[in-house]
């Protein structure tokens, strides 16, 4: 029975070439995009998965209050981590704190540059689970000039791992460390990354490991088995008040800790950090636009199989005379639909194949993901089961309720119903497709506008080159001086963060007011509003004129004047001292008109710039020409002082892609998904034209006959396909404008929804769509009526 099921289901297959293939198609690409989605979910929520106990591990947040809304960071001083483990006993078992680094590394004559460099506690391989090659997690980071190589790097600078092992390696020119390990490479589910390991001992006497108010480590602890989070954040404030509390009244702050599970950290992309984080939002986009797609496959299936009901009719007649109940009959086209889907799966593996590495390209990694899993398997049969059921059900239903004497005289009639369903279906699926392309419209014009909007400084032309490595730190003043001379160069600032970069928060006591004002700041030197083409809307800009200007003097943004209730003109003398970094008060000498230094996903902050040393990024601003030979002369200036390290430099104007990597990888997935979408919706267009064209060949003929023209017909066949687009594209733009303006709050800074991105999308959608059946409709319209009428 079931042999002749399948038999008589491949006949089908092989014998409507065209409704297979449009329904394999279709299938095909709505579960590839489904695979995609599995497996980048799949690696998603696996972050940090594979650590033992990791249910019992946390990362401590440090929360401050910022206008009346507490926001977490991860960082937090080395005191934290001794005393936490002395404070709760028996409650945290073991604690962490990692360092993130980067470094130069020298091993003979080579040097490299290493950036997933972490400093850590002894402990590291024992409290996380990062398996070691070589070494013994209990004692391979013990002496301080010890260090751990992933497998990767150990080739890299010995050429195999055993080779790797004793070796001695110099870090920064004056640190040797002994290669005591190797581990594995670290997987792409991991939040944390590195490519050495060294022992946070080397750096117990810096600030950041003695001094409790200044923050520079990650903390993660490991509770005792049966201890919740809740009871440690609960003895968090009489904690803080212990060892913060004269710190914080002294210098303003109001410090919280909390508790963070270790599978949480990956998605917490609100803490502020220097690790990868991913996004719940575009895993539900992805997971919504799968579903959407692979829905419109399973109604071209739905669709096509109805329609040739008529077809088969007389099949189902016959065996409903030789005995075959509806029952059989209702597993017989389930099992043709499976069938199709089997089909559809094996083709749909292959295809993603050879999309992975486009895909791993699109989405900056590569997928921890395995196809030889289990949970890949259940997928395969999920899908092949949930999708053959789902898209068989209704046709199975629809043919075995045929009443074999009408279908074996062959007066069956469709009827009013089944056509109606047909195109509701139809409406489903360029309901999805409209949506897909308002978004896609949208969320271009939202990244053309960001990128093209006037942010209040010159980015133009403009080198920036980082100060993160000793040599460039104590030349740094060499460094700027010796390209000021240079003819091609029209101005060096050397600053704590360029626009789009690092602007740390600080605490500040203003005259005329009795609370403190948080603000953001910048450490800069005297050359900034010039090197960033900044104006000066009241008083003046730091100057050499003015020697005191380095102890005693200060620039504030629009914005800090304003909340600080006064004009710009008002704010010039008024006195400002940071509580931290100043010893004395220092006079506002000027305000900058107001540039957007961060993502314009936020407003404006106000902004503290101030001499202060902390210097970390250098800006070059190059006369307008040659870039290329402009670059060349800071290479060569960088060289003469930091020739150990190799020199790397990017453009200001680049930050846009750093900023918004995730937004511009969403445009670029959904702009292809909205392709793929209509693609398949006009698949089951054009077969349900191309049904019409046949059913109605002798009208075509008769008409051509008496009189009507090639463009009647055309007119004829398309209207009543095009109702169910038309009815789709009123239903879709109301609902994506709905969708993209809550996207666009997203945005401090937004482009407007105008009127013509709804036309475009309506246009567009009823275009393809009339082109999908005007195909066909003209091959019926210019077919000889002659050929449809000679048999009458």
């Known amino acids: 029975m079931i042999k002749n099921y399948f038999k008589t289901a491949w006949r089908n297959l092989i014998k409507s070439k065209v409704f297979s293939f449009i329904n394999i198609l279709g299938l095909t690409i709505g579960i590839t995009v489904c695979m995609m989605i599995f497996l980048f979910i799949m690696n998603e929520f696996s972050f940090d998965n594979f650590h033992k106990d990791g249910d019992r591990i946390y990362r401590v947040m440090r929360g401050f209050e910022n206008e009346g809304k507490i926001r977490n960071v991860a960082y937090l001083s080395g005191p934290y981590a001794p005393a936490l483990m002395n404070d709760f006993k028996g409650q945290v078992e073991n604690v962490v704190r990692i360092n993130q680094n980067d470094n130069l590394v020298a091993i003979g004559n080579q040097s490299f540059h290493e950036k997933k460099v972490i400093d850590a506690d002894s402990n590291f391989f024992r409290f996380f689970s990062f398996p070691l090659i070589k070494g013994n997690p209990q004692t391979v980071l013990q002496n301080p000039h010890s260090v751990v190589l992933t497998e990767t790097t150990a080739r890299k600078y010995f050429g195999s791992i055993d080779n790797a092992m004793g070796k001695t390696i110099m870090m920064d020119k004056d640190l040797p460390l002994k290669v005591t390990g190797i581990a594995r490479d670290v997987p792409s589910n991991s939040h944390i990354e590195f490519d050495l390991v060294l022992p946070l001992e080397n750096y117990k006497s810096s600030s950041w490991m003695t001094t409790w108010i200044n923050n520079a480590v990650y903390t993660y602890v490991k509770l005792a088995p049966h201890v919740k989070e809740a009871q440690i954040e609960k003895q968090f404030p009489a904690f803080m008040e212990k060892y913060m509390g004269g710190d914080m009244r002294k ?27 991913g996004d719940k939002t575009v895993v539900y986009i992805f997971l919504s636009v799968a579903i959407l797609i692979l829905l419109i496959a399973c109604i071209n299936f739905m669709n096509l199989s109805t329609i040739r009901a008529a077809e088969r009719s007389k099949e189902v007649g016959m065996r409903k005379v030789l005995g075959a109940l509806r029952n059989n009959l209702v597993w017989q086209f389930i099992g043709e639909s499976v069938l199709l889907t089997t089909i559809s799966c094996i083709l749909a593996v292959g295809l993603f194949l050879v999309a992975m590495p486009w895909y791993n390209q699109l989405l900056g990694y590569t997928l921890n993901a395995s196809l030889n899993k289990l949970p890949f398997y259940f997928f395969l049969i999920g899908v092949i089961t949930i ?267 680049e930050q846009f892609d750093k900023l918004y990597k995730k937004d511009l990888h969403q445009q670029t997935i959904l702009t292809v998904f909205a392709c793929l979408a209509i693609f398949v919706a006009c698949l089951g267009l054009f077969g349900l034209a191309s049904f019409t064209a046949t059913k109605r060949f002798k009208e075509i003929g008769v008409r051509k006959v008496l009189g009507s023209s090639v463009k009647d017909i055309v007119v004829l066949l398309s ?23 809550k996207w666009l709050q997203n945005f401090a800074y937004k482009t407007s929804l105008s009127w013509w991105i709804f036309v475009l999308a309506a246009l567009l959608t009823f275009g393809i769509a009339f082109f999908t059946v005007s195909i066909k409709a003209i091959k019926a319209a210019t077919a000889n009526p002659v050929e449809s009428l000679r048999t009458e």
């Open 387 to 653: 999708v053959g059921f789902l898209a068989g059900s209704y046709p199975a239903f629809f043919l075995s309720a045929f009443s074999p004497i009408q279908a074996l005289k062959g007066k069956l009639r469709l009827g009013k119903g089944g056509s109606t369903f047909r195109q509701a279906l139809v409406v489903v699926q360029f309901s999805i497709s409209v949506f897909l392309i308002v978004g896609t419209i949208i969320i271009t014009k939202q990244m053309n506008y960001v990128k093209n909007k006037q942010l209040g400084y010159n980015q133009v032309q403009t080198v920036v080159v980082p100060i993160d490595n000793n040599d460039i730190y104590k030349n740094m003043n060499a460094f700027k001086t010796s390209l000021q001379h240079e003819s091609k160069v029209q101005s060096v600032s050397l600053m704590s963060g360029e626009p789009g970069g690092f602007f740390d928060g600080h605490m500040f006591d203003v005259e005329g007011h009795s609370e403190k004002w948080n603000s953001r700041t910048e450490f800069a030197d005297f050359e900034f509003v010039k090197t960033l083409g900044l104006k000066i809307i009241a008083g003046r800009d730091f100057s050499s004129m003015f020697p005191t200007d380095t102890t005693d003097a200060v620039l504030i943004n629009k914005t800090f004047a304003t909340k600080l209730g006064w004009t710009p003109e008002q704010a010039v003398g008024k006195w400002i001292q940071n509580t931290v970094r100043d010893t004395a008060r220092r006079r506002i000498i000027g305000v900058v008109s107001d540039f957007n230094f961060q993502s314009l996903k936020n407003e404006i902050d106000p902004l503290v710039i101030a001499p202060n040393i902390d210097r970390r990024v250098a800006l070059i601003k190059l006369i307008p020409g040659n870039i290329k030979d402009g670059v060349a002369l800071v290479e060569k200036a960088y060289k003469k002082v930091a020739s150990a390290y190799p020199f790397e430099y990017r453009f200001l104007d």
């Open 719 to 741: 209207k009543d396909l095009l109702k169910p687009v038309l009815i789709a594209t009123c239903i879709a733009l109301p609902v994506g404008y709905w969708a993209m303006d």
């Open 251 to 277: 210098f303003g702050f109001h410090f919280t800790l909390s508790l963070i599970p270790l599978k949480d950290v990956y998605f917490d992309d609100a803490a502020f950090d220097g690790i990868k984080h």
